[in-house]
């Protein structure tokens, strides 16, 4: 688990980074990337974003880490999550000419996993390797990836409510066949 006020994700810390510089600016609500990237930086227990700017301007530029940032600036209707984030051009901002705004949809997730990053997580959601604590009575539920119709239909939500209502679980492939 990353240190209190880290994130492991850097999605999360990229959230949690534009809802701290619109709080800091009220009055300059866009993040230059180059500021972004430090926040991100900052937010995380290791520098994820280690590379220069001009790299992850790249068009071939496929980073997982910057990609998770590219993606919080589209909607997801399948996980019913809104666009949560803006990019914009602004040379007149930033070298790199990229810009970022914080959306509504955005704060709200922002404001919530703020809330989340100091408190003890329970072990929820697990490899298959990890230990389950006498708190949750060393109990894993075990999902199916198809459960619901798999990730592409409502798994996700399944497991955003096991989330929430705290119940310990992992999930893969079972291997359950019903014989009559």
Request: aromatic residues 6%.
């Amino acid at each position: 688990f990353p240190s209190d006020g880290k994130f492991s994700s850097v999605a999360a810390a990229a959230l949690v980074a534009m809802l701290h510089h619109v709080e800091e600016n009220p009055h300059d609500v866009l993040c230059s990337m180059e500021e972004l990237i430090a926040k991100v930086n900052f937010l995380t227990d290791d520098e994820k974003l280690d590379k220069s700017t001009n790299y992850y301007l790249e068009r071939d530029n496929i980073d997982p880490n910057w990609r998770s940032i590219e993606k919080l600036c589209c909607e997801n209707i399948h996980a019913e999550i809104p666009q949560c984030m803006k990019i914009r051009k602004n040379k007149k901002k930033c070298d790199s000419g990229v810009v970022f705004e914080l959306l509504p949809g955005g704060r709200h997730v922002a404001t919530e996993l703020r809330k989340s990053c100091n408190h003890q997580h329970g072990p929820l959601r697990q490899l298959a390797s990890k230990y389950v604590s006498a708190e949750y009575g060393h109990v894993t539920m075990g999902v199916d990836f198809r459960e619901g119709g798999g990730g592409k239909v409502s798994l996700h939500k399944m497991c955003n409510m096991l989330d929430e209502i705290k119940v310990p679980f992992v999930v893969r492939e079972l291997k359950i066949s019903v014989r009559i």
